[in-house]
T-cell receptor, first 118, second 113 residues
Framework: EAGVAQSPRYKIIEKRQSVAFWCNPI?????LYWYQQILGQGPKLLIQ????????DSQLPKDRFSAERLKGVDSTLKIQPAKLEDSAVYLC????????????????FGPGTRLTVL | AQSVTQLGSHVSVSEGALVLLRCNYS??????LFWYVQYPNQGLQLLLK??????LVKGINGFEAEFKKSETSFHLTKPSAHMSDAAEYFC???????????FGQGTELSVKP
């Protein structure tokens, strides 16, 4: 089966500009996650969707970050305006989560989008 | 709140030597534990996971990890390192399936010929 797709793979912008990332999860996966991975650190969850509803966005800087998952499939993550500290790799992951508690609910990660803010 | 600590940001071993990557967690309830590997410019790939049952978990590429509740540890081992094992390894915890993963800061593994 096809994996999680993300685009673009790399993006360089200047501070105060806006940027958007796109994610296409594995077909049929109900849950989608966006993580931020700053250089030298582990990934940190920004937002989690179950179908097209938000489950957890407690660590999303809502003054500048937004995300949507229309129709419960693809998702976009936007930053507006970008700051220097937003330079990171943005990872998208998905899991089937059809049966909560199932040991098969592994999160599958995409290759990420590397954002550099100058 | 749960947290994960990986001891050593960088580990270097010789090819054929034992690989030991350390992970300790903090959780108020029984956790689910994971090890992921990240190769350069790629996403994370699941190596293995512990949910319930047998505490010794075998994963892909010859890796295994043992859940030790008394030590709150989930160390990753491989008997004999291969050059292709060079990568970044992340330990993670979640309190429930489908919940957010809390990652450690990562350990970069280097393998010397």
């Amino acid at each position: 089966e096809a994996g999680v797709a993300q685009s673009p793979r790399y993006k360089i912008i200047e501070k105060r500009q806006s940027v958007a990332f796109w994610c296409n999860p594995i077909s049929g996966h109900a849950t989608l996650y966006w993580y931020q991975q700053i250089l030298g650190q582990g990934p940190k969850l920004l937002i989690q969707f179950q179908n097209n509803g938000v489950v957890d966005d407690s660590q999303l800087p809502k003054d500048r970050f937004s995300a949507e998952r229309l129709k419960g499939v693809d998702s976009t993550l936007k930053i507006q305006p970008a700051k220097l500290e937003d330079s990171a790799v943005y990872l998208c992951a998905s899991s089937s989560n059809i049966h909560p508690g199932s040991i098969t609910d592994t999160q599958y990660f995409g290759p990420g989008t590397r954002l550099t803010v100058l | 709140a749960q947290s994960v600590t990986q001891l050593g940001s960088h580990v270097s071993v010789s090819e054929g030597a034992l690989v030991l990557l350390r992970c300790n967690y903090s959780s108020s309830v029984p956790p689910y534990l994971f090890w992921y590997v990240q190769y350069p410019n790629q996403g994370l790939q699941l190596l293995l996971k512990y949910t319930t049952g047998a505490t010794l978990v075998k994963g892909i590429n010859g890796f295994e990890a043992e859940f030790k509740k008394s030590e709150t540890s989930f160390h990753l081992t491989k008997p004999s390192a291969h050059m292709s094992d060079a990568a970044e390894y992340f330990c993670a915890v979640t309190l429930r399936q489908g919940g957010k993963l809390i990652f450690g800061q990562g350990t970069e593994l280097s393998v010397k010929p």
